[in-house]
């Protein structure tokens, strides 16, 4: 078969790296601005170990906003994150009940509360027609409750070291920097996993088309219902794992997880998805998410109190709203 | 009384024109007081954009409008029907939600102490009903959506009443009734009319409009045709004035005996709810036409053989073996590719780059968790460049987000999808609606090549030259039914025959008088 040459082919590689810097997601160079003035009001937080414990702190977020993206792209909402984070933590300290041998199995049972709750917010959205945000919201409620039910209403016991060393841990002797903190290790492998998915699979590709146009994806043989549940199974597995990982941070607490649902689609949104679907970049959602913590960092630095930096949160989710809205206003 | 000399209403040498198309043509006609005038014509001929601007909901490039003899200039259908000019449309413009009075009187309720009256509101609303003899039958309480479709119509005409309309516009008014309703709404218009009203109705079927109407008027491809009374013309004549042009386009050839093959797909006796025994083959190498006016169920036709919305009864064979096309999946399973009528709902994927969309439903018959090619499968690495070259897309790039493509690209964007999950049955819904004469001529240079490649083809299509112009053999819809086949080469007076059963009516006729 001759080789059939295409105008994409046909660029030089200057061409292309240009064509590649002007596509470059903006939450990149955001991101880059954000650290920079990190820097200059702390400079430690640049030097490696600075850096790792940023990337500790924001890990929780970041692999919640990569399952978060899963959903989005399709169209959806998932607000039950947050909570499934907090019963996560609490599940936890209940299942091990002080003793370290529990937490392999206990470990193993978070997950399967996890994918149970992401199956049943794919089925009620899929087969009981029940909007993702509605759905969701009730799923929140219900874990929050559950949650609070398990506990008989105050947290008892702590959790074990062995369950907190994904959040708090390091990883000892580490070459050249010493030591390396596992919650980052953590998100790596579920960074490169949830990229590898995205970019790399069918899946990527059909959450991405059923987000774009529903009815062409099922008239193009793809199962749309099967797919939504799937997204929402990913998005569940992630709130479990950052709920693991926050758990280890910052130990017994029934709001470990409070508002981290919003944080995720926020960040999710930084990085370019499109809250109606069919649109959005895996790498840029977690950086996204970095930039969000990135911001926290920077305003706490600079001496602002918790509530001003939630309004000033809420402003910048407006604003990146609005800006892609302008973006691709103007592109048409 | 006014004056049955005198037209209440008439256009003169109207023209419209939307961007690539005349949809009326220097069209006059005139509309008296208490007579019932019919509009016919193809699907397309500006019916509907005729009876649009009389109610400005469009305004026309030229010709003007007169009603009671003064020029107007409606700019909005609000404005038309305060001076007593009603449309009512196909769609109901009904809120399902709001009572009955609330509908009548939207934007208008009467009003004490600056509230709703309720007590006035509900009696103007019972006077309406009754002039329309509904007042036993529908509640001024009644929610909107609690009533059938006759008593939804009867609530429209209801509403109409309630401005004092002199001209009543009717789109189709009896396409979704049974027949005892058409009954009730034949004497409603005849009522209306020995009041003084002048009712002007589009409808594509002959029976009713021979039955109700005065007058008939034959527009053709926008432009006017003739009118006369209907007592002075016959069904046939009608049609024989709707069709009848030039087959000035260029076609492809068509099958040579040799190039058909097996039977691929056959069904028998196929019914659901919208379609009743469906008898049809489809035969490797030919295409197969389908034709029929709007809610024939073409479409549905499509949609069943594909699994959308598939049939509930009767027999599927496909290329010899029994088969359930139960989802659009099962069919792509089948080789059976589908490129449906309304390309942005249901063909593309507009924020995904050109090859995403040509793979995709090469990819939906692979494992979810299966590694993608950027551009093809595993064994076809340059399968989408082949294809773009193949169905001939213009495109800067392979990664172009196809919203950015125009319709006729986009058209071939979907058909070159199909081609990449190697179909061999394909259905062609208004292959080339909205699309440019030259984009038109290579889609049905590639429609032909598919069946000269042992493919079969079902094309649907509201032009008859191009059903005309395509097909090996043809097939007419009505009603949900086939009417009839034709050969290759059948007329379009032929065809339109059957689509608009009239050849069902003459036989009812022939029984009864043997009877």
């Known amino acids: ?332 | 009384m006014a004056n049955a000399e005198e037209p209440i209403l008439e256009v003169r040498s109207i023209t419209k024109r939307f961007p690539g198309v005349v949809a009326l043509d220097n069209v006059s006609a005139q509309f008296y007081p208490g007579k019932v005038h019919a509009v016919v014509g193809e699907n397309g001929a500006g019916k509907s954009t005729l009876m649009k601007i009389l109610v400005g909901a469009y305004i026309p490039d030229e010709g003007e409008i007169l009603f009671q003899g003064q020029p107007i200039h409606f700019s909005h259908p609000r404005e038309a029907q305060e001076a007593g000019i009603s449309i009512i449309y196909q769609e109901f413009n009904l809120l399902p939600e709001r009572t009955v009075a609330q509908n009548i009187f939207l934007g208008r309720e009467p009003t004490r102490y600056g509230l709703i009256d309720q007590r006035q509101l509900r009696r103007r609303t019972r006077d309406v009903l009754k002039q329309v003899g509904a007042e036993d039958m529908i509640s001024p309480d009644a929610e909107v959506k609690s009533l059938s479709i006759a008593e939804q119509q009867l609530v429209e005409i209801a509403k109409a009443l309630s401005f004092d309309s002199k001209v009543l516009i009717m789109d189709e008014p009896t396409a979704a009734l049974a027949t005892h309703e058409v009954e009730i709404l034949t004497r409603l218009i005849h009522k209306l009319i020995e009041q003084g009203m002048a009712v002007i109705f589009i409808s594509h079927r002959f029976t009713e409009v021979f039955d109700i109407a005065d007058t008939i008027t034959v527009l053709k491809d926008g432009q006017y045709v003739a009118t006369a009374p209907a007592t002075e013309v016959t069904p046939s004549k009608i049609i024989t004035m709707m069709v009848g042009r030039e087959l000035d386009q260029y076609f492809p050839r068509l099958a040579r005996p040799e190039e058909i093959g097996e039977v691929m797909v056959q069904v028998v006796n196929g019914s659901n709810n919208k379609l009743h025994d469906i008898n049809l083959t489809l035969r490797a190498g030919e295409i197969v036409g389908v034709a029929g006016l709007q809610g024939s169920g073409r479409t549905e036709l499509a949609q069943a053989l594909f699994g959308v919305a598939p049939f509930t009864s009767g027999q599927l064979t496909l290329k010899g073996q029994d088969s359930h096309v139960k989802s659009p999946n099962a069919a792509i399973h089948a080789r059976m590719g589908f490129v449906t009528e309304d390309r942005k709902a249901e063909g593309i994927f507009p924020n995904q780059p050109l090859n995403d969309n040509i793979l995709v439903s090469v990819r939906a018959l692979q494992l979810v968790l299966g590694r993608i090619k950027r551009n093809g499968t595993a064994s076809k690495p340059h399968l989408v460049s082949e294809l773009v070259k193949q169905v001939d897309v213009r495109t800067p790039s392979l990664t172009q987000e196809v919203q950015y493509l125009s319709g006729g690209n986009q058209q071939k964007v979907v058909l070159a999808k199909w081609l990449a999950s190697t179909c061999d049955i394909f259905i062609f819904d208004e292959p080339t609606r909205g699309i440019d004469v030259d984009a038109k001529a290579s889609i049905h240079e590639m429609i032909r090549e598919l069946t000269q490649a042992g493919a079969a083809v079902l094309m649907i299509s509201s032009e008859l030259p191009e059903v005309i112009g395509m097909s090996d053999r043809i097939v007419v819809m009505w009603d949900g039914r086939i009417s009839g086949e034709l050969p290759a080469g059948a007329s379009e007076e032929d065809i339109m025959i059957l689509a608009t059963g009239h050849r069902e009516q003459e036989a009812e006729a022939a029984v009864e008088t043997a009877v």
Do not use: C, H
């Not at chain 1, 880059?32 to 850096?51: K, M, Y």
């Not at chain 1, 998932?78 to 909570?83: E, P, R």
């Not at chain 1, 087969?127 to 969701?136: E, G, K």
């Not at chain 1, 509530?307 to 609005?322: E, N, T, W």
């Open chain 1, 1 to 332: 078969m001759a080789q059939i040459s295409t105008p994409a082919q046909e660029r030089s590689l200057w061409d292309r790296f240009i064509i590649g810097l002007r596509n470059i997601a903006p939450i990149y160079i955001v991101l880059i601005l954000l650290l920079i003035g990190i820097g200059t009001q702390n400079p430690t937080f640049l030097e490696p170990a600075g850096f790792l414990n940023l990337l500790r702190r924001a890990a929780p977020l970041m692999v919640l906003t990569a399952g978060q993206l899963f959903v989005i792209v399709t169209g959806g909402f998932d607000l039950s994150g947050g909570s499934l984070m907090s019963l996560t933590v609490i599940g936890a300290s209940l299942l091990i009940n002080n003793d370290p041998a529990n937490t392999w199995w206990a470990i193993l049972v978070l997950f399967g509360i996890g994918i149970l709750v992401g199956l049943l917010n794919g089925v009620i959205v899929s087969y009981l027609n029940v909007p993702s945000l509605i759905a969701t919201l009730g799923m929140l409620l219900a874990l929050r409750g559950a949650g609070l039910y398990w506990t008989g209403g105050a947290p008892r016991g702590y959790l074990t070291d062995n369950f907190r060393m994904f959040g708090r841990g390091w990883l000892e002797p580490f070459p050249v920097i010493e030591r390396f903190p596992y919650a980052v290790l953590v998100l790596i492998v579920v960074s490169a996993a949830a990229i590898y998915l995205f970019n790399q699979t069918n899946l990527g590709r059909q959450l991405l088309a059923v987000g774009d146009n529903p009815r062409a994806s099922r008239l193009a043989g793809i199962s749309v219902e099967k797919l939504r549940i799937i997204a929402f199974v990913l998005s569940a597995i992630t709130a479990v794992i950052a709920g693991i990982l926050q758990g280890g941070f910052g130990g017994v607490n029934p709001d470990a997880g409070e508002g981290y649902e919003l944080q995720a689609i926020s960040a999710a949104v930084l990085g370019g998805a499109v809250l109606l679907g069919g649109r959005g970049s895996m790498g840029a959602a977690i950086a996204g998410a970095l930039a969000l913590e990135a911001l926290f960092t920077l305003l706490n630095l600079l001496g602002l109190p918790k509530p001003l930096r939630d309004a000033v949160q809420g402003l910048i989710i407006i604003g990146a709203v609005a800006y892609a809205a302008y973006r691709s206003r103007r592109t048409r």
